[in-house]
């Protein structure tokens, strides 16, 4: 979940570098949230399962953050800056690929008994964002170019695949020597259950509407209006 939070965050202090580098237009990086998010709608009602889930999410998620830090080695950058349009479409599927198979999943199969450990699962999620956030500071020498910072995030998102892989690894390997209770059948999805909710969870949702309508556009475009307004 680190790993989740950094990669998705790292797309913060980079989007000035692709204003000035690039030529993208704050319509462009938004795009790439557009297809994070997009994916996010649709995949977390069938995350299920446990350690296999994990890693098959996990691996598709690297994947995406591999694709989104990628160019051509053989492409100069002042092709790219000509033709913006040409990296927009794989940046937005690798982005929609990170977020709609991992984030989501990843939090829906925590299990509803373990609110204390989602809770500091979560916790370190955001400090993966605080890494991603500060990385100007940290990584500095990185930032001369767009490309760095992407492809250290994709370095990160490899050790995540690796700990996915560990931790399936140790739960299969403890299944086989202990003697562990039968699973509970799994909840089916019934949209018609939709209308049966009390007000209270309606009005929780809303309350996540809200704040990912708000924070999260302002995270991602604060760094771009601080730099142009601030320098």
Same mark, same amino acid.
């Given at each position: 979940?680190?790993?989740?939070?950094?990669?998705?965050?790292?797309?913060?202090?980079?989007?000035?570098?692709?204003?000035?580098?690039?030529?993208?237009?704050?319509?462009?990086?938004?795009?790439?949230?557009?297809?994070?998010?997009?994916?996010?709608? +649709?995949?977390? !009602? /069938?995350?299920?399962?446990?350690?296999?889930?994990?890693?098959? %999410?996990? $691996?598709?998620? *690297? &994947?995406? #953050?591999?694709?989104?830090?990628?160019?051509?080695?053989?492409?100069?950058?002042?092709?790219?800056?000509?033709?913006?349009?040409?990296?927009?479409?794989?940046?937005?599927?690798?982005?929609?690929?990170?977020?709609?198979?991992?984030?989501?999943?990843?939090?829906?199969?925590?299990?509803?008994?373990?609110?204390?450990?989602?809770?500091?699962? +979560?916790?370190? !999620? /955001?400090?993966?964002?605080?890494?991603?956030?500060?990385?100007? %500071?940290? $990584?500095?020498? *990185? &930032?001369? #170019?767009?490309?760095?910072?992407?492809?250290?995030?994709?370095?990160?998102?490899?050790?995540?695949?690796?700990?996915?892989?560990?931790?399936?690894?140790?739960?299969?390997?403890?299944?086989?020597?202990?003697?562990?209770?039968?699973?509970?059948?799994?909840?089916?999805?019934?949209?018609?259950?939709?209308?049966?909710?009390?007000?209270?969870? +309606?009005?929780?949702?809303?309350?996540?509407?809200?704040?990912?309508?708000?924070?999260?556009?302002?995270?991602?475009?604060?760094?771009?209006?601080?730099?142009?307004?601030?320098?």
């Amino acid at each position: 979940m680190f790993g989740n939070y950094y990669v998705f965050d790292a797309l913060n202090p980079v989007g000035p570098l692709l204003e000035s580098q690039l030529h993208f237009t704050q319509s462009q990086i938004g795009l790439l949230d557009t297809a994070y998010n997009v994916a996010a709608l +649709l995949v977390p !009602a /069938r995350g299920r399962g446990h350690h296999r889930p994990g890693r098959n %999410t996990q $691996a598709v998620a *690297l &994947f995406g #953050s591999i694709a989104f830090s990628r160019r051509r080695p053989d492409q100069p950058l002042a092709d790219v800056r000509r033709d913006v349009r040409r990296p927009v479409p794989v940046w937005r599927r690798g982005r929609a690929a990170h977020r709609g198979h991992h984030d989501g999943p990843r939090q829906v199969v925590q299990g509803k008994e373990l609110a204390f450990a989602m809770g500091l699962n +979560l916790t370190v !999620a /955001r400090l993966g964002s605080v890494a991603a956030d500060n990385s100007r %500071t940290w $990584a500095s020498p *990185l &930032f001369s #170019s767009w490309q760095p910072p992407l492809v250290l995030a994709a370095a990160i998102g490899v050790v995540c695949l690796a700990s996915a892989l560990g931790t399936g690894y140790s739960e299969a390997r403890a299944e086989r020597r202990e003697v562990l209770g039968r699973a509970g059948e799994t909840d089916r999805l019934v949209f018609a259950d939709l209308v049966k909710f009390g007000g209270g969870l +309606l009005v929780g949702g809303g309350l996540c509407v809200t704040f990912y309508s708000t924070v999260f556009p302002f995270r991602r475009f604060a760094n771009i209006f601080f730099t142009h307004v601030h320098g």
